[in-house]
């Protein structure tokens, strides 16, 4: 079977009715994992080789799967205690090195969360309705032991409600509701995705250009005041509109600032702990030399934010934008304002 892309799914607002199987919404690095006898590749979302990365995923798929098959899951690292899933130790195994990938891959081994059949043997799965595949892929799994594990499913609404507000609290991202009679239609948006939404006031403490001039902004850079009083780096509001990014710019460039008392200035210094230079934390996964340099801020403006969920101190992807909200003081927003999730163990999903 040829390299295929994953199936995709659409945002929509609540867990919706209807003839349909409801998955938790794993955090992790979406794979399809194609097993040929002693040969095994990885593939990611982007069809992206990532077999050297993840050596105990392979050999787990030795041990786990079907002689010849393709399936569609998630890799995913717990945390050391077991308790949530740590979307941070999965960045660090994208990594050049060889010998850092094996020693990672027994200081934070990884999961393999399967939830589709995509073939097995020589047959071809993917234009099975979905409800046929997963009765498949339960059978060709019903002996895999960690870290192989088949993903949760229910056609209880009221289930998949209880899942989307207790599993956030092990790290996972929402829940998937996918059609029961759906063919696996590769690079289409046909399953629905509900992820959790939220608002923050943040301070605007920097921006990056856009790709189309130098009037226009790309993403603002946003922070939160801890209990010390220092402005940690949370993430970065993008995805405007052209008129809003030129609209943006002129608005800030009073603020414009040098990084002398900045308080992301912290170059050459030895910086507090646990706090990450901006250039720094915003890292991709796959393009690490990308430049994320940005300019400073007056750190005199709060901006309101949507954002679906934390990864440790910084939102786990781009904030979408709400307004300006000048009646904020910034020293006033810190991270007492963020909802907590109501904590639940991941061992109880992912078993031991």
């Known amino acids: 079977m040829p390299p295929v892309a994953p199936m995709l799914a659409k945002s929509v607002k609540e867990i919706p009715d209807g003839p349909l199987s409801y ?45 010849r098959c393709v399936i569609d ?25 060889d010998s850092r990938v094996r020693l990672l891959a ?4 990884a999961a393999f969360v399967a939830f589709d059949l995509l073939a097995l043997g020589d047959n071809d799965c993917t ?22 594990y088949l993903t949760p499913a229910t056609r209880d609404k009221a289930v998949a409600t209880g899942w989307f507000s207790q599993f956030e609290g092990a790290g996972l991202d929402g829940v998937v509701a996918k059609p029961l ?24 403490a920097g921006y990056r250009l856009h790709k189309s001039g130098p009037d226009a902004i790309g993403s603002l850079l946003l922070g939160l005041y801890d209990d010390a009083g220092r402005l940690a780096s949370v993430g970065v509001v993008g995805a405007f509109p052209m008129a809003k990014r030129r609209e943006l710019f002129a608005e800030v460039q009073p603020l414009v600032t040098s990084f002398d008392g900045h ?21 991709s996964r796959w393009n690490a030399g990308k430049d994320l340099s940005f300019v400073p801020l007056r750190p005199e403006r709060v901006a309101e934010v ?39 163990d991941l061992a109880e999903i992912l078993p031991r």
């Open 181 to 204: 009679n759906g063919a696996y239609e590769p690079d289409k948006r046909v399953m629905f995705k509900i992820k959790h939404e939220r608002t923050a006031d943040c301070v605007v």
């Open 263 to 283: 308080p992301w200035n912290w170059a050459g210094e030895l910086r507090p702990e646990g706090v990450r230079h901006p250039r720094e934390a915003e890292g």
């Open 106 to 109: 027994s200081q934070t081994p």
């Open 23 to 67: 998955e938790p919404k794993w955090d992790g690095f979406r794979s399809i994992i194609f097993r040929d006898g002693a040969q095994v590749e990885i593939g990611s979302r982007n069809e992206r080789p990532m077999t050297r990365y993840f050596p105990e995923v392979v050999a787990a798929v030795l041990a786990n799967f079907p002689d």
């Open 127 to 148: 234009n099975l309705p979905f409800e046929r595949r997963r009765a498949m892929l339960c059978e060709a799994l019903n002996s895999a032991a960690p870290p192989v």
């Open 306 to 344: 949507r954002y679906e969920h934390m990864e440790g101190t910084r939102f786990r992807h781009t904030a979408q934008w709400v307004r300006w909200r000048d009646d904020r003081d910034p020293r006033s927003c810190g991270f007492g304002q963020l909802e907590e999730p109501v904590r639940f």
């Open 73 to 97: 899951g998630e890799i995913v690292i717990p945390d050391a205690d077991g308790r949530r899933l740590d979307f941070e130790a999965l960045l660090q195994r994208i990594h050049p090195a």
